[in-house]
């Protein structure tokens, strides 16, 4: 069975940085493309960014250069490094797989809140 | 970026009706949509995906079609179960991205 297992979620002020972290299992790891997927509160899903098998990087505009993704195959694991966070990067955070062919998978969701 | 607009926002149906959901790309994407359900505290489920294939374990009653830019998603009768938010995504290219959504609720 597939499971997706975030955790590093909570409340930070403004400014402040927050590391989450994904642990995958039931599947090859290394082998999928993996992405961050968030949802602010009350409002809709809101893909974040991406990395390759090879490790290549992708991002939305608005987290770009303030946010990194990166990856450990060797502890099936998935990051995201959110740096000068801001009231409008809180969110439900998903990790999950929702590119390339076979099926798509979610974790069920850790809570970031940025807030004075 | 690949613009997804998807509609109705809202639909009040009872239960046994046929509700349609569509979900236009603003670029053709081939087959690379999936369609999810999502009621709430929970995360997404994936319904379908490619465009019209049926996941594992989802009901019949769902169905999906469309190619390019053009797709539906389906409920052909639907059941207490089926009150949710629904959304679409394209998976053809970075930046991933989802259609607004759509809420069905009990009329």
């Known amino acids: 069975e597939v499971q997706l297992l975030e955790s590093g979620g909570g409340l930070v002020q403004p400014g402040g940085s927050l590391r989450l972290s994904c642990v995958a299992s039931?599947?090859?790891?290394?082998?999928?493309?993996m992405s961050w997927v968030r949802q602010a509160p009350g409002k809709g899903l809101e893909w974040v960014s991406g990395?390759?098998?090879?490790?290549?990087?992708y991002f939305r505009d608005s987290v770009n250069g303030r946010f990194t993704i990166s990856r450990d195959n060797s502890k099936s694991t998935l990051y995201l490094q959110m740096n000068s966070l801001r009231a409008e990067d809180t969110a439900v955070y998903y990790c999950?797989?929702?590119?390339?062919?076979?099926?798509?998978?979610w974790g069920q969701g850790t809570l970031v809140t940025v807030s004075s | 970026d690949i613009q997804m607009t998807q509609s109705p926002s809202s639909v009040s149906a009872s239960v046994g009706d046929r509700v349609i959901i569509t979900c236009r790309a603003s670029?053709?994407?081939?087959?690379?949509l999936a369609w999810y359900q999502q009621k709430p505290g929970k995360a997404p489920k994936v319904l379908i995906f490619?465009?019209?294939s049926l996941q594992s374990g989802v009901p019949s009653r769902f169905s999906g079609s469309g190619s390019g830019t053009d797709f539906t998603l389906t409920i052909s009768s639907l059941q207490p179960e089926d009150f949710a938010t629904y959304y679409c995504?394209?998976?053809?290219?970075?930046?991933?991205?989802f259609g607004g959504g759509t809420k069905v609720e009990i009329k």
């Open positions: 999950a797989q929702v590119t390339g062919s076979g099926s798509y998978w």
């Open positions: 039931g599947f090859t790891f290394s082998s999928y493309t």
């Open positions: 990395i390759g098998t090879g490790g290549d990087t």
């Open positions: 670029q053709g994407i081939g087959s690379w």
């Open positions: 490619p465009a019209s």
């Open positions: 995504q394209q998976a053809n290219s970075f930046p991933v991205t």
